[in-house]
């Protein structure tokens, strides 16, 4: 058997902070949505359009419904004596997503 190799074609992404309340406040996430999932969706996502090459199924967790990428987060989730100016990249992103 033998393994092709494709190279993955860049898409369109719209970069978006969720905001949520947490038990020790609000905290937030930044994620990444497709384009054209955003656009087919219900919701409007105001964001950064960036183009990035991305494999499938990188999408792990749901917003609404919508598949998104969490990229970062706020360190220390919320908690009122933590540095909330300070992001945290999540386990298994990509250096090229983080920047």
Known sequence: M??????????????FLHIYQTTW?????????????A???KSKFVGHKIKLALPKGIERNNLMGIPIIKVAG???DGHPKEHTQEWEVYEGINREIEK
């Open 39 to 41: 656009n087919s969706g």
């Open 74 to 76: 706020t360190v220390g």
């Open 2 to 15: 033998q393994v092709i190799k494709r190279s993955i074609k860049p898409e369109n992404y719209i970069s």
């Open 25 to 37: 406040g609000m905290t937030g996430d930044i994620c990444l949505v497709r384009e054209s999932i």
